[in-house]
């Protein structure tokens, strides 16, 4: 069916349609995707020409909006030389320069960095690390994880694992996924000691815990503080356990810091960053390991080499892309603009506190985040947000925005004011029912 009544599909979607499989999306019910043919700073361009201010910055990546100017001349000056070779057996100074780079800018020695190609992928990456880490040091048992409720760590199967496995999108893989261990996230002093000791009574079949900082994703953009970081990361240490921090989302500013592990004073075993790696530009990521994780896999045994090695990793022009990403952060005020976010958030979204059905209003960095009673009428609040000029992506039960850094005030203020126009309409279609 049509976007709206005004705005019939264009023939490229109307014919194509019929051969895409769409992601997180039943297909018998679901309307038509947004037809979109161009981009440019936080504005998404439909086929009818309308403009909208995208407040997902297609899903956290955009962090600098869309077509930077230094990163689009990156990756054409790239094209021109060498768009893709095989990272076996060579090297190439995009992905060295890059690698040397993160290394600065990861906290402590997180110094060794394994190039992927998503997010997922960074994240089975950092699984294998963790068990293989265990086994060339001629540890045997140590092959599970413990991750928390409401976690998300992506979609392939590993990943899938580390997720909750009850209240997850993924629960009903039961009796295929391997089996972890799920923990909620303690805050008060007697739920850290219940953890450590969870953690002790388990230490010697877990590889690691792999956590979300400051924001679990996709698991409802629920929130925890710093405080609960560090002592997770106290307990890991203590239990001789590797601590894995998935930053897939939170990494490069979104939280207020380059990484929000920062704020907890944390550095974790091994790192994972992907999404605004590459300013939203081209599917890349990382997986960054500690000086002494590395070092467990030297050895003249070649079996104990990490065996992994994607296709198109390094990719010349992702790599091209992620470092004129980087230049942005030295040279533009992301991190300040992000810290300064948080607060014209707080802000603008304050409105919805009081309005019937909304459980919560909160905010972290450039994440806000209205969560509601019970989200329903899907598409008739999707068509609502589309004719107030904008674009969000609501699920579960909360409607979120996580603008890029370079949004202005005035466009935030704009975003903002209409999602609380759409909120106070469903807060009105719930007095209706």
Not at 3 to 30: E, F, I, L
Not at 32 to 52: I, S
Not at 201 to 212: D, L, R
């Amino acid at each position: 069916m049509p976007v709206d009544k005004q705005s019939p599909p264009p023939d490229w979607q109307s014919s194509g349609y019929q051969h895409v499989w769409m992601p997180y999306t039943q297909m018998q019910t679901a309307p038509l995707p947004l037809p979109v043919v161009a981009t440019e700073g936080v504005h998404l361009t439909l086929a009818d020409g309308r403009k909208l201010i995208d407040g997902m910055a297609s899903w956290w990546t955009a962090c600098h909006g869309y077509n930077h100017p230094h990163i689009r001349k990156a990756v054409e000056e790239q094209l021109r030389v060498m768009p893709h070779v095989m990272f076996g057996g060579i090297n190439h100074e995009p992905a060295l320069s890059l690698a040397e780079r993160l290394a600065k800018l990861a906290p402590g020695d997180l110094n060794r960095v394994f190039f992927a190609d998503s997010g997922s992928v960074a994240v089975e990456v950092a699984l294998k690390i963790a068990v293989q880490y265990w086994l060339n040091q001629g540890v045997t048992g140590r092959t599970k994880f413990v991750s928390f409720q409401n976690a998300y760590h992506g979609d392939t199967t590993g990943a899938m694992s580390v997720c909750d496995p009850d209240n997850s999108m993924h629960s009903h893989f039961k009796g295929f996924l391997l089996e972890q261990y799920s923990h909620p996230i303690p805050h008060t002093q007697d739920e850290h000691v219940a953890f450590e000791s969870f953690l002790a009574s388990k230490k010697n079949e877990v590889a690691g815990v792999i956590i979300e900082p400051l924001i679990q994703g996709a698991g409802g953009m629920k929130f925890h503080p710093p405080e609960s970081v560090a002592q997770i990361h106290t307990a890991c240490r203590r239990n001789n356990v590797l601590l894995i921090a998935d930053e897939i989302a939170t990494g490069f500013g979104r939280t207020g810091t380059m990484f929000a592990c920062e704020q907890a004073d944390v550095i974790p075993d091994i790192l994972c960053v992907g999404k605004a790696l590459t300013g939203g530009t081209l599917s890349f990521a990382a997986t960054i390991a500690t000086e002494k994780v590395f070092n467990a896999f030297l050895s003249d045994d070649p079996s104990h080499a990490l065996m992994h090695g994607p296709t198109f990793m390094a990719n010349p022009l992702a790599c091209a892309a992620a470092n004129a990403s980087l230049d942005l952060f030295e040279t533009e005020p992301r991190l300040e603009r992000a810290i300064a976010m948080e607060a014209e958030l707080a802000n603008l979204l304050a409105p919805c506190r009081d309005l019937p059905g909304v459980v919560d209003v909160r905010t972290k960095g450039a994440v806000g985040v209205i969560q509601v009673a019970r989200l329903h009428n899907l598409e008739r609040l999707r068509t609502r947000i589309i004719e107030e000029g904008i674009w969000l992506r609501p699920f579960s039960d909360m409607i979120y925005m996580t603008p890029a850094l370079s949004i202005t005030p005035e466009e935030l203020q704009t975003l903002c004011e209409a999602t609380v126009r759409v909120v106070q309409d469903l807060a009105n279609w719930n007095s209706e029912m």
